[in-house]
């Protein structure tokens, strides 16, 4: 499943720029917020970085708009590594991730242009879903 789900991000990240669609929900853009500053290097476009994350629907009734879990690589034990700016994964991390530093935790809610847009992933994530990612930078190479 963790295979699937990461495939999509691959598949999807180029086609996810191009989805204009309007949450219901209002969430329009992305919104990045610092749960905690890291102190270690910064991940900057063309950097390799290393994440852990937790994924979930966006739900705007929810505490801290965190509805339905969809996935987590603390679930898996593995991260996941990606190069900033090539379009790896969603639009949504490749600029969330921007300006982080080693040891910092981030909540990203991605509007659905810059998530799956109008393509589901499995059962999932249903198409035009917002989402919600908690995330924490491992590494920066």
Do not use: C
Not at 57 to 74: P, Q, T, V
Not at 122 to 132: R, W
Request: aromatic share 8%; no cysteine; glycine share 12%.
């Amino acid at each position: 499943m963790r295979q699937f789900f990461l495939s999509l991000i691959a598949m999807t990240a180029l086609m996810a720029g191009a989805s204009r669609a309007v949450a219901a929900d209002g969430l329009t853009q992305l919104v990045a917020t610092d749960q905690q500053i890291g102190s270690g290097s910064v991940a900057r476009e063309g950097s390799q970085v290393e994440l852990n994350y937790t994924g979930w629907l966006y739900d705007e009734n929810a505490k801290d708009h965190h509805g339905r879990k969809i996935d987590s690589s603390f679930d898996h034990g593995q991260t996941i590594t990606f190069v900033v700016g090539e379009r790896q994964v969603i639009a949504g991390w490749d600029k969330g991730v921007r300006g982080m530093h080693v040891g910092g935790k981030r909540t990203l809610l991605i509007p659905a242009n810059l998530g799956y847009g109008a393509r589901a992933v499995g059962d999932l994530v249903p198409p035009h879903s917002p989402l919600v990612f908690d995330i924490e930078l491992v590494s920066v190479h």
